[in-house]
C-alpha cells in the first residue's frame, strides 16, 4: 500500500467523523429548538391563565419626569386593558398624569375616571377601566385636610352644645374624613413602580398598608413580558394581614390576635 | 437609625456631618450631625438564626462581636451611607420550621443577626430602626445592658405602650431614662407600632394642642402632623433605607408616613440568615441608586 493510497483512506475517514459529527449536531439542534418551543408554549400557557381576578385593584407610580410619555403611559393601559385589568390607580408626585388626563382619556375610549363611577370601584362591572390619577397632594396634604376636617366638624358640634373629644379619633374617622376630602380610591393590592429609584415616591402612605410593591424599571424600557411577569408573581403570593400576634411574651404567652378590619383577603404562595 | 418592626427601631450614632449633593432631602432642613439610629421592623414573626448552638442562646455580646467584626468599606462610599436605615425582620418562623426547630429558636437566632447589623450600624454610624416582638426587647436589654452602657446606645420606644406588660412598660421606662443622655448610637423599639396607629395618634396630638389653644386651625398641614408622629423622638425621623427580609414585597403597615421616600430594598434571604454580606449588599444597592427627596417642580 502506497502513501496515496493511505492519504485516500485517511481523507474518507476524517470525511465520515465530520458527516457523523455534523448530523450529531444537526440533531442536538433540534432538540433544543423543540425543547425551547415546549417551554416557551408551557409558559406562554401558564401566564396566559392569570387569576386576574385576584388583583383587583392596580396602582403605576411613574417618575414625573417620565410622566410626560402620553403615548407610553397609553401603551402600558393598553396592555392592562388587553389582560383584563380594569382598575387602575396611576400617580406621579408632581401631578403631570393629572394634566394628561384628557389626552389618555383621548386614546383609551373605553376607559372612564374614578369620580364618573358611582359604585364601588372594585365591585363593579368591568366592561370599561376605570382609572384613577392621584398626586403628591393627595398623600400626607390629603390627611392633614382630612385631620382638619374632622377638628372642624368637632369644633361645630361643641359650639353647639356637643361633647368635644379629639381623643376618639380613630382609623375609621380618618378613613371617612379621606373620602370626603376627594380621597376615594381602594388601596392597591399591587404597586408598579416606574423609575430608576426602587421607592414609591411618596403614593399616599395611607393606602399602601398590605400592598404589594415590584420595581419595573424606567418607563423608556417597560416590556409586556415584564409587565405580565410581575402580575403573574403577585397572582402567587400569600399574605396574611395582620393576623399573626403582634407580640409575643417568652415565659407567660399572651397572644393577641390583631384582625385588620380594612383587609380580609389572602393570596396563597404556592 | 435602624427601625425594626418587629422589628425595632434601634441605634443613633454620634452627630456625624455628611454632605450629599445628590440628595435634596426634605429633611435634610433638620438634619444635625447627630447620631446614626437604627430602626428594625420585624415581620409577622421575629426570628434569628443563629449557627452556632451557644449562640443560640443569646450568650454572645455586643461588645464580642464587635472584636470579631471585620468590616470592609471598600465598596462603599463613606459620604452616601445612608444615615437611617429601617429593616423589617422577616423570616424568623420560616427560618426555625424548615430546620425543625421551635419557633423561639428562629427567634433567638434572628437576635443574632439584629447584634450584627447593631455592630455594623455602630461601627458605620448608620441609624438603624426596629421594631421588636417585646420579648426579645426585654432579653436583649436584659443581655446586653453593659455593652449598652459603654457603647453609650440610647434607647428608646415607640408604639402603643399601654398594652404592654406593666414589667415590660416599667423596664423600659427605666431604660429609657438611664440612657436618655447617650449619644454614640440611638435604638429605638417599635412595639405593638403601626403606621396607621403613628398617623392616628399625632392627629390626635395635633388636636390637643388645638383644644389647648397653642396651635390654630388654619395652620395645620403635612408638616405639623408629621412632628407629632412617635418618631418624633429621633433626629432623623424618614428612613433612606427600607430593607425587608424573606422575599416579601411589602410595608405592612410599618412607618408608612415615614418611607414615602425610602429606598426599597426586598432581600430573599430569611431574616437569621441576613448577615453582613447582605447588608452590605443592600447599602451598594443603595449608593447605586440616584436619590430624590421629595424633588416637586
Given at each position: 500500500m502506497d502513501f496515496r493510497d493511505i492519504a485516500h483512506n485517511f481523507y474518507h475517514f476524517i470525511l465520515a467523523i465530520g458527516n457523523l459529527v455534523l448530523q450529531l449536531l444537526w440533531y442536538f439542534l433540534q432538540n433544543i429548538v423543540s425543547a425551547y418551543y415546549f417551554i416557551s408554549y408551557r409558559v406562554f400557557k401558564q401566564y396566559k391563565s392569570i387569576p386576574i381576578a385576584k388583583l383587583q385593584y392596580l396602582a403605576i407610580v411613574i417618575e414625573s419626569e417620565d410622566a410626560h410619555q402620553t403615548s407610553k403611559v397609553v401603551q402600558l393601559l393598553q396592555w392592562l386593558d388587553s389582560l383584563g385589568i380594569k382598575n387602575v390607580c396611576l400617580y406621579d408626585m408632581n401631578g403631570v398624569l393629572k394634566k394628561s388626563k384628557e389626552a389618555i382619556f383621548h386614546k383609551m375610549k373605553n376607559a372612564k375616571s374614578i369620580e364618573e363611577v358611582n359604585e364601588a370601584v372594585t365591585d363593579h362591572v368591568p366592561y370599561h377601566m376605570t382609572l384613577e390619577f392621584v398626586s403628591y397632594v393627595d398623600g400626607k396634604e390629603a390627611v392633614a385636610k382630612a385631620a382638619n376636617l374632622i377638628f372642624v366638624e368637632n369644633l361645630k358640634r361643641h359650639n353647639l352644645g356637643g361633647e368635644l373629644d379629639y381623643q376618639a379619633l380613630l382609623e375609621p374617622h380618618l378613613n371617612q374624613a379621606l373620602q370626603i376630602v376627594g380621597c376615594k380610591g381602594p388601596e392597591p393590592d399591587l404597586l408598579l413602580v416606574y423609575g430608576p429609584v426602587r421607592s414609591h415616591l411618596g403614593f399616599p402612605a395611607w393606602r399602601i398598608q398590605y400592598t404589594e410593591i415590584v420595581h419595573m424599571g424606567s418607563l423608556n424600557f417597560m416590556r409586556h413580558g415584564s409587565l405580565i411577569k410581575a402580575i403573574y408573581n403577585f397572582t402567587k403570593v400569600h399574605q396574611n394581614y395582620g393576623k399573626f400576634s403582634r407580640y409575643m411574651y417568652i415565659g407567660k404567652e399572651i397572644n393577641h390576635k390583631y384582625i385588620d378590619c380594612a383587609s380580609k383577603k389572602h393570596r396563597r404562595e404556592e | 437609625m435602624l427601625s425594626l418592626s418587629p422589628p425595632i427601631t434601634l441605634i443613633t450614632c454620634p452627630p456625624k456631618t455628611t454632605t450629599n449633593p445628590t440628595h435634596a432631602s426634605r429633611s435634610q432642613s433638620r438634619r444635625l450631625p447627630s447620631q446614626p439610629m437604627i430602626i428594625i421592623k420585624r415581620g409577622t414573626t421575629v426570628a434569628g438564626s443563629i449557627p452556632n448552638a451557644d449562640k443560640a442562646e443569646g450568650r454572645a455580646s455586643i461588645d464580642e462581636d464587635l472584636l470579631e467584626v471585620e468590616l470592609t468599606q471598600t465598596e462603599l462610599r463613606k459620604e452616601m451611607i445612608p444615615k437611617h436605615v429601617a429593616v423589617i425582620m422577616d423570616g424568623n418562623g420560616r427560618w426555625a420550621k424548615m430546620r425543625g426547630l421551635p419557633l423561639s429558636e428562629g427567634h433567638t437566632a434572628g437576635m443574632q443577626s439584629l447584634k450584627t447589623m447593631v455592630k455594623m450600624c455602630l461601627r458605620w454610624e448608620i441609624k438603624l430602626e426596629v421594631e421588636f416582638l417585646f420579648s426579645l426587647l426585654e432579653r436583649i436589654i436584659n443581655s446586653e445592658t453593659e455593652a449598652i452602657m459603654r457603647e453609650q446606645i440610647k434607647i428608646s420606644m415607640i408604639g402603643?405602650?399601654?398594652?404592654?406588660p406593666k414589667s415590660l412598660q416599667r423596664m423600659i421606662s427605666s431604660v429609657e431614662e438611664s440612657t436618655?443622655?447617650?449619644?454614640k448610637l440611638q435604638l429605638i423599639a417599635a412595639i405593638n407600632y403601626g403606621g396607621k396607629y403613628d398617623v392616628v395618634q399625632a392627629c390626635k396630638s395635633v388636636a390637643k394642642k388645638v383644644q389647648d389653644g397653642s396651635l390654630h386651625l388654619e395652620d395645620i398641614d403635612e408638616n405639623i402632623i408629621e412632628k407629632e408622629l412617635e418618631t418624633k423622638c429621633t433626629e432623623f425621623p424618614n428612613p433612606d433605607l427600607l430593607i425587608r427580609t424573606s422575599?416579601?414585597?411589602?410595608?405592612?403597615?410599618?412607618m408608612l408616613w415615614q418611607l414615602a421616600y425610602a429606598e426599597l430594598f426586598f432581600n430573599q434571604k430569611l431574616w437569621p440568615d441576613f448577615g453582613k454580606d447582605e447588608f452590605v449588599e443592600a447599602l451598594s444597592f443603595f449608593q447605586k441608586r440616584q436619590r430624590r427627596y421629595g424633588g416637586r417642580h
Amino acid at each position: 500500500m502506497d502513501f496515496r493510497d493511505i492519504a485516500h483512506n485517511f481523507y474518507h475517514f476524517i470525511l465520515a467523523i465530520g458527516n457523523l459529527v455534523l448530523q450529531l449536531l444537526w440533531y442536538f439542534l433540534q432538540n433544543i429548538v423543540s425543547a425551547y418551543y415546549f417551554i416557551s408554549y408551557r409558559v406562554f400557557k401558564q401566564y396566559k391563565s392569570i387569576p386576574i381576578a385576584k388583583l383587583q385593584y392596580l396602582a403605576i407610580v411613574i417618575e414625573s419626569e417620565d410622566a410626560h410619555q402620553t403615548s407610553k403611559v397609553v401603551q402600558l393601559l393598553q396592555w392592562l386593558d388587553s389582560l383584563g385589568i380594569k382598575n387602575v390607580c396611576l400617580y406621579d408626585m408632581n401631578g403631570v398624569l393629572k394634566k394628561s388626563k384628557e389626552a389618555i382619556f383621548h386614546k383609551m375610549k373605553n376607559a372612564k375616571s374614578i369620580e364618573e363611577v358611582n359604585e364601588a370601584v372594585t365591585d363593579h362591572v368591568p366592561y370599561h377601566m376605570t382609572l384613577e390619577f392621584v398626586s403628591y397632594v393627595d398623600g400626607k396634604e390629603a390627611v392633614a385636610k382630612a385631620a382638619n376636617l374632622i377638628f372642624v366638624e368637632n369644633l361645630k358640634r361643641h359650639n353647639l352644645g356637643g361633647e368635644l373629644d379629639y381623643q376618639a379619633l380613630l382609623e375609621p374617622h380618618l378613613n371617612q374624613a379621606l373620602q370626603i376630602v376627594g380621597c376615594k380610591g381602594p388601596e392597591p393590592d399591587l404597586l408598579l413602580v416606574y423609575g430608576p429609584v426602587r421607592s414609591h415616591l411618596g403614593f399616599p402612605a395611607w393606602r399602601i398598608q398590605y400592598t404589594e410593591i415590584v420595581h419595573m424599571g424606567s418607563l423608556n424600557f417597560m416590556r409586556h413580558g415584564s409587565l405580565i411577569k410581575a402580575i403573574y408573581n403577585f397572582t402567587k403570593v400569600h399574605q396574611n394581614y395582620g393576623k399573626f400576634s403582634r407580640y409575643m411574651y417568652i415565659g407567660k404567652e399572651i397572644n393577641h390576635k390583631y384582625i385588620d378590619c380594612a383587609s380580609k383577603k389572602h393570596r396563597r404562595e404556592e | 437609625m435602624l427601625s425594626l418592626s418587629p422589628p425595632i427601631t434601634l441605634i443613633t450614632c454620634p452627630p456625624k456631618t455628611t454632605t450629599n449633593p445628590t440628595h435634596a432631602s426634605r429633611s435634610q432642613s433638620r438634619r444635625l450631625p447627630s447620631q446614626p439610629m437604627i430602626i428594625i421592623k420585624r415581620g409577622t414573626t421575629v426570628a434569628g438564626s443563629i449557627p452556632n448552638a451557644d449562640k443560640a442562646e443569646g450568650r454572645a455580646s455586643i461588645d464580642e462581636d464587635l472584636l470579631e467584626v471585620e468590616l470592609t468599606q471598600t465598596e462603599l462610599r463613606k459620604e452616601m451611607i445612608p444615615k437611617h436605615v429601617a429593616v423589617i425582620m422577616d423570616g424568623n418562623g420560616r427560618w426555625a420550621k424548615m430546620r425543625g426547630l421551635p419557633l423561639s429558636e428562629g427567634h433567638t437566632a434572628g437576635m443574632q443577626s439584629l447584634k450584627t447589623m447593631v455592630k455594623m450600624c455602630l461601627r458605620w454610624e448608620i441609624k438603624l430602626e426596629v421594631e421588636f416582638l417585646f420579648s426579645l426587647l426585654e432579653r436583649i436589654i436584659n443581655s446586653e445592658t453593659e455593652a449598652i452602657m459603654r457603647e453609650q446606645i440610647k434607647i428608646s420606644m415607640i408604639g402603643d405602650s399601654s398594652k404592654l406588660p406593666k414589667s415590660l412598660q416599667r423596664m423600659i421606662s427605666s431604660v429609657e431614662e438611664s440612657t436618655k443622655n447617650h449619644s454614640k448610637l440611638q435604638l429605638i423599639a417599635a412595639i405593638n407600632y403601626g403606621g396607621k396607629y403613628d398617623v392616628v395618634q399625632a392627629c390626635k396630638s395635633v388636636a390637643k394642642k388645638v383644644q389647648d389653644g397653642s396651635l390654630h386651625l388654619e395652620d395645620i398641614d403635612e408638616n405639623i402632623i408629621e412632628k407629632e408622629l412617635e418618631t418624633k423622638c429621633t433626629e432623623f425621623p424618614n428612613p433612606d433605607l427600607l430593607i425587608r427580609t424573606s422575599g416579601e414585597l411589602r410595608v405592612s403597615n410599618f412607618m408608612l408616613w415615614q418611607l414615602a421616600y425610602a429606598e426599597l430594598f426586598f432581600n430573599q434571604k430569611l431574616w437569621p440568615d441576613f448577615g453582613k454580606d447582605e447588608f452590605v449588599e443592600a447599602l451598594s444597592f443603595f449608593q447605586k441608586r440616584q436619590r430624590r427627596y421629595g424633588g416637586r417642580h
